[in-house]
């Protein structure tokens, strides 16, 4: 199959469209990162509760009270805004001056907790098991299999709202964090928090602010999650969690813009070396996935001529 | 002479009392095989997976505990050394020798890290948990397969796996002492507390963390090849597993972080309660539940680990001397 200009510029726009969804997805990941050096590695397991949970209302509110189920996207972003203040809370606040490991692991154990909880069901709510149609509930409304045509193009209509969603709400954060007082609390915080403590900011108010932003945003990320991609209970850790370090590490830590301009090129790279792996001649059988093995070397490769990421001086720095 | 003196300064070096404990379970470690019978060596082979997490996590606290870089990528390490190790066995190498290459294996992807060594602490750690992500396609290229299963044939006996498990933690725990009562010890401690006063100091912090990411790669690696044997095949897909980078850390913490004897205590204390709980549920995934809590639970009550929680109980009780 050869390389037509039609199906390359359609990788561009998948990646593209794909690459929003990344950026939403890492977004919070960076931010709770750069304001508290927390590595929270559950955060692919809190975007797949929110997916759980979007794929229940779809199976539960939605044939009862005709909602659609997108709307479910906005319920998710505040559910996880409320575990993610009492993880912080809770766990994360009594830890955070002991060190950088134990933090961590408290949040490796949430991941295994969550992972468990979306394989075996929360209480009346069945598990995730796409191969019973479970994990691809909210997947089978209109939005998945709609596209929008453009000329030669198609848009899947689902990548496409994560897209929108991507575009209009990280810079909305952008402009929180740099001009409201909050933000620019945040991003003092992060820079140096003893400093910030001394001008009498909050640094505790700030840092639960930061993780429930952060957490916000991975139930947003979530709920769109649901509607593009089938859900296991172990996304989290194999597709989500490497993603969002690749996108965290290029856009540069704790830069919000940053981070989207990584996520569409991190999505543009995937996409089109999927296609480039797609039209290698069949006589190279190869049993890898060619299209990481690309990502990956295009990542290092990055990595070499700019090892800040591509917005190194973003507010982590 | 000199030479004589030093072995024997560490030798008297070993008085702590957990040192000594280590010492005395160790020796009935190598004697209770002799008491069983040939039916009932089977169950030797449930041990393995106790030295499996011994020499992991020792390998971990090198460089973790010791020159304080957090390694959170060391399923890389793990990973790469069961799919080197298989590919010996297939070649016809035996069991030793395919420890060996993927000890050295393991090494040269150390050698990889070094680029990495001038990020900051926080940045350390997160470009470390790429690592086996970045190296996972390239061995399934490679490789070209995901799957590596060696044929039974190969496979250790329960007693014979027993023993060289038994010889790889020994290697590792000793190995570790050693390590750390000498001069590399001294400097790898130093530039885990100060890299800046170290450097200035004289200490070649470059050569030194290398020495130690080399080392723990090493043993990591070689730890994958005996994981090989205790389950006979690897899949690729044991390098994004997020368990075997961050149980060690588990376990280094439980135990007491950069001391030799922690990480040991640590493995045999998480092993237990891991073989406890599948144990009373069997068939059921409860047990996931269980370590997750037990996880959290020790991360925020016990954030300093084990040992150390006990250190500062007894401090608390000694009276504070009036001057």
């Known amino acids: ?317 | 002479m000199a030479d004589r003196s030093r072995v024997w300064r560490f030798a008297v070096g070993m008085r702590n009392p957990s040192q000594i404990t280590l010492l005395i379970s160790l020796f009935f470690a190598t004697v209770y095989p002799l008491t069983l019978s040939t039916e009932g060596s089977r169950v030797l082979s449930v041990y393995a997976v106790y030295f499996m997490w011994i020499s992991l996590a020792e390998s971990w606290n090198l460089v973790g505990g010791y020159a304080g870089l957090l390694n959170l990528g060391i399923s890389a390490f793990f990973a790469l050394g069961g799919v080197v190790g298989a590919l010996a066995l297939f070649d016809g190498f035996p069991f030793i020798i395919s420890l060996l290459l993927a000890g050295f294996a393991g090494a040269i992807l150390g050698v990889a890290l070094i680029p990495t060594f001038r990020l900051k602490s926080f940045y350390f750690a997160i470009a470390t948990l790429v690592v086996p992500l970045v190296v996972k396609p390239m061995v399934e290229f490679l490789g070209n397969r995901a799957d590596f299963t060696v044929p039974q044939t190969v496979i250790l006996t329960p007693i014979g796996l027993y023993y060289s498990g038994l010889v790889l933690a020994g290697i590792t725990i000793f190995g570790a002492y050693f390590l750390m009562q000498s001069r590399v010890g001294f400097a790898l401690r130093a530039l885990g507390d100060d890299e800046l006063a170290s450097s200035s100091l004289g200490i070649n912090v470059l050569l030194y963390k290398s020495i130690a990411v080399l080392t723990s790669g090493f043993i990591a690696s070689a730890a994958g090849a005996y994981y090989l044997q205790i389950i006979g095949t690897i899949n690729t897909t044991l390098f994004q597993n997020l368990n075997f980078s961050l149980f060690p850390i588990f376990m280094v913490i439980i135990g007491g972080i950069g001391t030799f004897e922690g990480p040991v205590l640590g493995a045999v204390v998480f092993s237990l309660i891991n073989y406890y709980v599948t144990s009373q549920f069997p068939g059921s995934t409860v047990d996931t539940f269980i370590l997750s809590l037990m996880i959290i639970g020790v991360a925020v009550l016990l954030p300093r680990g084990l040992v150390s929680s006990l250190h500062e109980l007894r401090k608390r009780r000694t009276p504070i001397p009036v001057k």
């Open chain 1, 1 to 317: 199959m050869a390389l037509g200009t039609v199906e390359f510029v359609q990788a561009l726009v998948n990646g593209l469209l794909q690459g929003g969804f990344f950026a939403l997805s890492a977004a919070g990941f960076s931010l709770i990162f750069g304001v508290q050096k927390v590595l929270n590695v559950a955060h692919g397991a809190f975007i797949v509760l929110a997916a759980f949970a979007t794929i229940q209302f779809s199976i539960l509110v939605t044939p009862v009270l005709h909602i659609d189920p997108l709307l479910s996207i906005f319920t998710d972003s505040l559910m996880l805004a409320l575990v993610g203040g009492s993880v912080y809370l809770l766990l994360i606040y009594r830890i955070e001056r002991t060190g950088f490991e134990a933090p961590l692991l408290a949040t490796f154990g949430l991941s295994i907790l969550l992972e468990y909880l979306a394989s075996n069901g929360i209480g009346p709510f069945p598990a995730l098991d796409p191969s019973h149609g479970i994990g691809a509930q909210a997947q089978h409304q209109s939005y998945s299999s709609t596209a929008i045509q453009i000329g030669p193009f198609f848009l899947q209509e689902a990548q496409a709202l994560a897209f929108v969603m991507a575009v209009v709400v990280l810079p909305i954060l952008q402009l929180f964090l740099s001009r409201t007082y909050r933000g620019r609390a945040i991003r003092a915080t992060s820079q140096d928090w003893e400093a910030a403590e001394f001008s009498g900011i909050n640094t505790k108010a700030v840092r639960l602010l930061s993780f429930i932003t952060g957490s916000a945003l991975a139930g947003l990320a979530g709920g769109l999650f649901a509607f593009t991609n089938s859900v296991t209970a172990t996304a989290g850790d194999e597709v989500l969690l490497p993603v969002i370090l690749v996108v965290v590490i290029l856009g540069g830590i704790g830069s919000i813009l940053g981070t989207l301009a990584a996520g569409f090129l991190v999505g543009v790279i995937m996409s089109v070396s999927s296609l480039i792996a797609l039209t290698l001649p069949s006589q190279f059988q190869f049993h890898a996935d060619l299209a990481s093995l690309l990502t990956f070397l295009i990542f290092i490769v990055i990595l070499m001529v700019r090892p800040r990421g591509l917005f190194g001086h973003g507010i982590a720095e």
